[in-house]
Protein backbone atom coordinates (compact mmCIF):
# COMPACT_ATOMS: atom_id res chain seq x y z
CA UNK A 1 0.00 0.00 0.00
CA UNK A 2 1.29 3.54 -1.04
CA UNK A 3 1.10 6.25 1.12
CA UNK A 4 3.30 9.31 2.02
CA UNK A 5 4.90 10.31 5.66
CA UNK A 6 3.21 12.84 7.28
CA UNK A 7 5.24 16.27 6.59
CA UNK A 8 6.54 14.95 3.41
CA UNK A 9 5.95 17.48 1.03
CA UNK A 10 8.99 16.14 -1.88
CA UNK A 11 12.23 17.12 -2.67
CA UNK A 12 13.67 20.43 -1.89
CA UNK A 13 15.75 20.87 -5.24
CA UNK A 14 15.21 21.81 -8.51
CA UNK A 15 14.46 18.58 -10.90
CA UNK A 16 15.79 18.58 -14.26
CA UNK A 17 14.62 15.39 -16.54
CA UNK A 18 16.77 14.15 -19.14
CA UNK A 19 14.83 11.64 -20.76
CA UNK A 20 12.01 10.27 -19.11
CA UNK A 21 13.74 6.56 -20.56
CA UNK A 22 16.10 4.95 -18.95
CA UNK A 23 19.45 3.42 -19.84
CA UNK A 24 19.09 -0.59 -20.39
CA UNK A 25 21.72 -1.01 -17.56
CA UNK A 26 20.36 1.00 -15.19
CA UNK A 27 16.81 -0.78 -16.00
CA UNK A 28 19.27 -4.25 -15.05
CA UNK A 29 20.06 -2.96 -11.64
CA UNK A 30 15.87 -3.18 -10.40
CA UNK A 31 16.04 -6.75 -9.04
CA UNK A 32 18.95 -5.96 -6.88
CA UNK A 33 17.04 -2.63 -5.52
CA UNK A 34 13.93 -4.57 -5.31
CA UNK A 35 15.51 -7.87 -3.00
CA UNK A 36 17.47 -5.23 -1.05
CA UNK A 37 14.10 -3.28 -0.17
CA UNK A 38 12.64 -6.84 0.82
CA UNK A 39 15.18 -7.84 2.88
CA UNK A 40 14.26 -4.27 5.02
CA UNK A 41 10.59 -4.89 4.93
CA UNK A 42 10.90 -8.09 6.25
CA UNK A 43 12.15 -6.05 9.56
CA UNK A 44 10.07 -3.61 9.28
CA UNK A 45 12.20 -0.64 7.84
CA UNK A 46 10.23 0.70 5.08
CA UNK A 47 7.21 2.83 6.66
CA UNK A 48 5.15 4.23 3.89
CA UNK A 49 7.67 6.74 1.54
CA UNK A 50 10.34 6.45 4.42
CA UNK A 51 14.20 5.70 3.01
CA UNK A 52 16.14 5.16 -0.13
CA UNK A 53 19.27 3.48 -1.51
CA UNK A 54 21.27 3.91 -4.45
CA UNK A 55 24.31 2.56 -6.26
CA UNK A 56 26.77 4.43 -7.51
CA UNK A 57 28.03 4.27 -10.96
CA UNK A 58 30.91 5.38 -12.81
CA UNK A 59 28.97 8.37 -13.88
CA UNK A 60 26.27 9.47 -11.84
CA UNK A 61 24.26 7.31 -9.11
CA UNK A 62 20.93 5.22 -9.55
CA UNK A 63 18.53 5.94 -6.80
CA UNK A 64 14.95 5.45 -5.71
CA UNK A 65 12.52 8.01 -6.39
CA UNK A 66 10.64 10.80 -4.45
CA UNK A 67 8.06 9.16 -2.61
CA UNK A 68 8.72 5.45 -3.47
CA UNK A 69 7.74 3.11 -0.61
CA UNK A 70 10.76 0.62 -0.34
CA UNK A 71 8.64 -2.35 0.46
CA UNK A 72 6.50 -2.25 -2.49
CA UNK A 73 9.54 -1.09 -5.03
CA UNK A 74 8.18 -0.91 -8.16
CA UNK A 75 9.94 -1.01 -11.50
CA UNK A 76 9.57 2.58 -12.69
CA UNK A 77 10.71 3.93 -9.01
CA UNK A 78 14.57 4.36 -9.89
CA UNK A 79 15.83 7.20 -11.37
CA UNK A 80 19.60 7.73 -12.99
CA UNK A 81 21.05 10.63 -11.59
CA UNK A 82 23.38 12.37 -14.50
CA UNK A 83 24.39 15.41 -12.32
CA UNK A 84 24.27 16.89 -8.79
CA UNK A 85 24.75 20.56 -8.47
CA UNK A 86 24.81 21.54 -4.49
CA UNK A 87 25.82 25.12 -5.63
CA UNK A 88 22.39 25.15 -8.14
CA UNK A 89 20.43 23.04 -5.91
CA UNK A 90 19.59 21.20 -9.11
CA UNK A 91 19.40 17.46 -9.78
CA UNK A 92 19.61 16.32 -13.42
CA UNK A 93 18.38 12.50 -14.29
CA UNK A 94 16.64 10.08 -16.52
CA UNK A 95 13.64 8.13 -15.40
CA UNK A 96 9.84 8.62 -15.26
CA UNK A 97 10.20 9.76 -11.93
CA UNK A 98 12.22 12.49 -10.22
CA UNK A 99 14.62 11.11 -7.72
CA UNK A 100 14.94 10.70 -3.88
CA UNK A 101 14.80 13.76 -1.35
CA UNK A 102 17.86 12.60 -0.34
CA UNK A 103 19.52 12.45 -3.48
CA UNK A 104 22.55 15.26 -2.30
CA UNK A 105 22.89 13.14 1.20
CA UNK A 106 24.26 10.39 -0.96
CA UNK A 107 25.80 12.47 -3.57
CA UNK A 108 27.95 13.97 -1.19
CA UNK A 109 28.04 10.87 0.99
CA UNK A 110 30.11 9.18 -2.23
CA UNK A 111 32.03 12.26 -2.55
CA UNK A 112 33.56 11.73 1.09
CA UNK A 113 34.02 8.17 0.81
CA UNK A 114 35.24 7.30 -2.43
CA UNK A 115 35.59 3.49 -2.24
CA UNK A 116 31.79 2.56 -1.41
CA UNK A 117 29.38 1.89 -4.34
CA UNK A 118 26.02 1.53 -1.91
CA UNK A 119 24.33 3.71 0.00
CA UNK A 120 21.14 2.70 2.18
CA UNK A 121 18.84 5.25 4.54
CA UNK A 122 16.17 3.38 6.39
CA UNK A 123 13.81 3.57 8.99
CA UNK A 124 13.98 1.49 12.44
CA UNK A 125 11.65 2.60 15.53
CA UNK A 126 14.64 0.55 17.25
CA UNK A 127 16.92 4.07 16.80
CA UNK A 128 14.50 5.48 18.81
CA UNK A 129 16.78 6.46 22.07
CA UNK A 130 19.79 5.28 20.63
CA UNK A 131 22.95 4.84 22.61
CA UNK A 132 26.09 6.30 20.87
CA UNK A 133 28.43 3.88 21.77
CA UNK A 134 26.07 1.22 19.85
CA UNK A 135 25.75 3.12 16.64
CA UNK A 136 27.25 6.50 16.40
CA UNK A 137 24.46 9.41 15.65
CA UNK A 138 24.20 12.98 14.41
CA UNK A 139 24.60 15.29 16.35
CA UNK A 140 21.46 16.89 15.93
CA UNK A 141 18.12 16.41 14.10
CA UNK A 142 17.80 18.09 10.68
CA UNK A 143 14.75 18.33 8.38
CA UNK A 144 14.65 15.29 5.89
CA UNK A 145 15.89 16.59 1.73
CA UNK A 146 18.40 19.52 3.34
CA UNK A 147 21.74 19.75 2.81
CA UNK A 148 22.20 20.65 6.71
CA UNK A 149 20.98 16.81 6.77
CA UNK A 150 23.25 15.91 3.82
CA UNK A 151 26.11 17.27 5.59
CA UNK A 152 25.55 16.51 8.88
CA UNK A 153 25.54 12.79 7.92
CA UNK A 154 28.50 12.71 6.01
CA UNK A 155 30.38 14.59 9.37
CA UNK A 156 28.80 11.77 11.31
CA UNK A 157 30.58 8.67 8.93
CA UNK A 158 34.46 8.77 10.16
CA UNK A 159 36.65 6.53 8.23
CA UNK A 160 35.87 3.60 10.37
CA UNK A 161 31.93 3.82 10.21
CA UNK A 162 30.00 1.64 8.23
CA UNK A 163 26.69 2.85 9.55
CA UNK A 164 25.57 5.89 11.25
CA UNK A 165 21.99 6.65 12.82
CA UNK A 166 20.25 9.91 11.71
CA UNK A 167 18.67 11.29 15.23
CA UNK A 168 15.14 10.54 15.01
CA UNK A 169 15.13 9.74 11.39
CA UNK A 170 16.75 6.30 10.62
CA UNK A 171 19.82 4.62 9.32
CA UNK A 172 22.26 5.23 6.48
CA UNK A 173 24.77 2.61 6.04
CA UNK A 174 27.37 2.30 3.21
CA UNK A 175 28.82 -0.49 1.47
CA UNK A 176 29.82 -2.21 -1.55
CA UNK A 177 26.84 -3.33 -2.62
CA UNK A 178 22.92 -2.92 -1.90
CA UNK A 179 22.63 -6.58 -0.52
CA UNK A 180 25.67 -6.15 1.88
CA UNK A 181 24.42 -2.74 2.77
CA UNK A 182 21.02 -4.03 3.33
CA UNK A 183 22.09 -6.70 5.90
CA UNK A 184 24.38 -4.51 7.97
CA UNK A 185 21.26 -2.06 8.81
CA UNK A 186 19.57 -6.30 9.29
CA UNK A 187 22.43 -6.56 11.86
CA UNK A 188 22.42 -3.64 13.74
CA UNK A 189 18.39 -3.60 14.22
CA UNK A 190 19.23 -7.08 15.73
CA UNK A 191 21.90 -6.27 17.93
CA UNK A 192 19.61 -3.20 19.37
CA UNK A 193 17.18 -5.27 20.02
CA UNK A 194 19.16 -7.53 21.87
CA UNK A 195 20.72 -4.23 23.86
CA UNK A 196 17.33 -2.59 24.88
CA UNK A 197 15.60 -5.94 25.71
Do not use: W
Amino acid sequence: MKELMDGYTGVKFKEIQLSADMPLAVKDLFPIFKQSAQLLKKYGMTPQNGGNMSVKMTEGIVITSSGSNLGYLEEDEIAYVRKCSIEDRTVEYNGPNVPSSETFMHHLVYQSRSNIRAVIHAHDPATAGIKDKIVKETAREEPYGTLALARIACDTFSKNESIIVLKNHGYVAIGENLKETAGLIILTHLNLLKETA
